[in-house]
């Protein structure tokens, strides 16, 4: 190994060099280099305290994903199952999410508001949000689709988004709740006009120009006898993902003293993520579990 104009192997240096490195670092402090400025380039983002800081992960140009690998339509179970087992895993890996909401190819994440996880800034939030999801949507494809391999590396964009009152809160997640209900029935009807009515997609499309809700449902209805209230909730509501604490016993054998070893019954609490397709627009969810989200004012 050569350093400097010496080398190791060939015994003491016959003369001293000044190593180029050294000349690197100010006199005044020899930790820091000269280069060390260049930090203050970096500019702060950190999230405004008291608010809840919204990650939403979005999948990359998923029209074209969702072709190549074959997603059946309007809806492939196999991709929102991989969707929610990677939404899993950020909320088992990531302290803080209360709660996380997902359809068709987006999932919302949601810190808590007094969160000081990666000192709430921003950039640290979503990237690891972000790589958490991707890796594991690649970890657990094969799970998932079993005889369609992964023909390239999806990726997912991510913006935070800040809401500083649980009205607020509720209001966003009500958006992309709603943003699932408007593309799901469309969804549903126009490929029902398709697979079961014959028409082509243009056909289709035509049809359905104009077309209010109650056209919709009406359509599916009297034409295809299908109640749209009736179409799987996973797909008209989406997916919501909550921490419940269970109580869960199990039997251990103890040594008691004084006593033979026996099979003794013990319960603990554990924290699970527990996953709703259910309406998270109205009051009853927040009701059923009020402790999701913290008061306002504490
Ligand atoms: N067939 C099928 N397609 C799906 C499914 N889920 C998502 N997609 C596709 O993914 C798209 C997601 O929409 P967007 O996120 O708005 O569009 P995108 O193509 O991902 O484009 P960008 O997000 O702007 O990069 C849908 O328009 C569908 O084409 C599914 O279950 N089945
Ligand atoms: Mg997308
Ligand atoms: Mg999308």
């Known amino acids: 190994m050569v350093i400097g104009?010496?080398?190791?192997?060939?015994?003491?240096p016959r003369f001293s060099v000044v190593h180029p490195l050294a000349r690197l670092f100010t006199s005044s402090n020899m930790a820091k280099s000269k280069f060390e400025y260049v930090r203050n380039f970096e500019t702060d983002d950190t999230c405004l305290r008291n608010c809840y800081i919204v990650v939403r992960l979005d999948g990359r140009n998923f029209h074209r994903f969702a072709g190549q690998h074959k997603f059946t339509k309007p809806n492939d179970n196999r991709a929102l199952g991989l969707m929610s087992r990677s939404a899993r895993s950020v909320m088992e890996e990531l302290e803080d999410i209360v709660i996380a909401y997902g359809?068709?190819?987006?999932?919302?994440?949601?810190f808590k508001r007094s969160?000081?996880?990666?000192?709430?800034r921003a950039s640290k939030l979503m990237t690891h949000v972000a790589s958490q999801f991707s890796s594991s949507y690649v970890f657990y494809w094969k799970e998932f689709f079993e005889d369609q391999p992964l023909l390239y590396p999806p990726s997912f964009d991510g913006r935070v988004v800040l809401y500083p009152t649980n009205r607020n809160l509720k209001d966003y997640l009500s958006w992309r709740q709603a943003d699932c209900h408007v593309n799901n029935l469309y969804n549903t009807v126009f490929w029902t006009l398709v697979q079961k009515g014959g028409l082509t997609t243009a056909q289709?499309?035509?049809r359905l120009k104009g077309t209010l809700a109650a056209d919709k449902n009406e359509i599916l209805f009297s034409e295809f006898d299908i109640n749209y209230n009736n179409e799987s909730a996973i797909h008209r509501k989406g997916t919501t993902f909550i921490w419940e604490k269970r109580e869960e016993t199990v039997i251990k054998r103890m040594k008691v003293p004084g006593e033979e070893e026996k099979d003794v019954p013990v319960t603990s609490s554990r924290?699970?993520?527990q996953s709703y397709h259910c309406d998270i627009i109205g009051d009853q969810f927040w009701e059923e579990h009020p402790r999701v989200l913290e008061d306002d004012d504490s």
């Open 5 to 12: 104009n010496t080398c190791r192997f060939l015994g003491r």
């Open 103 to 110: 359809q068709s190819d987006e999932f919302s994440f949601v």
């Open 115 to 120: 969160s000081t996880w990666f000192k709430r």
């Open 204 to 206: 289709a499309e035509d």
């Open 271 to 273: 924290r699970r993520v």
